[in-house]
């Protein structure tokens, strides 16, 4: 069974930056793509950057680009998200998951979740 583990989340003053690491285990995740989605209190769980293992194109949410930066290092099984410019209306819980096929824009195609990492931003 595979296990996704979140970590790096904190308190940040807005204009600051976090990088959040996302440990894959369990199982071979090689074939998979990985994402990133946050969800606000109150709000829905919403997509915020993809990658495909094995490579190729990442996406990003429109209200994070040229902010945010997903990368990858297999060797490690890591995903990483690097947050720069960090705004109050990013405020929120952190998850990173694996999806076997399907758009990586779409929530509903990803199998496997971690537990979350908070990232808050004061203004």
């Known amino acids: 069974q595979g296990q996704l583990v979140e970590s790096g989340g904190g308190l940040v003053q807005a204009g600051g930056s976090l990088r959040l690491s996302c440990i894959a285990s369990g199982r071979t995740f090689r074939s998979y793509g990985m994402g990133w989605f946050r969800q606000a209190p109150g709000k829905e769980r919403e997509f915020v950057a993809a990658i495909w293992w094995s490579g190729g194109s990442t996406y990003y949410a429109d209200s994070v680009k040229g902010r945010f930066t997903l990368s990858r290092d297999n060797a490690k099984n890591t995903a990483y998200l690097q947050m720069n410019s960090l705004k109050p209306e990013d405020t929120a819980v952190y998850y990173c998951?694996?999806?076997?096929?399907?758009?990586?824009?779409?929530?509903?195609?990803?199998?496997?979740w971690g537990q979350g990492t908070q990232v808050t931003v004061s203004s």
């Open positions: 998951a694996a999806a076997r096929v399907g758009r990586l824009t779409t929530i509903q195609n990803y199998n496997y």
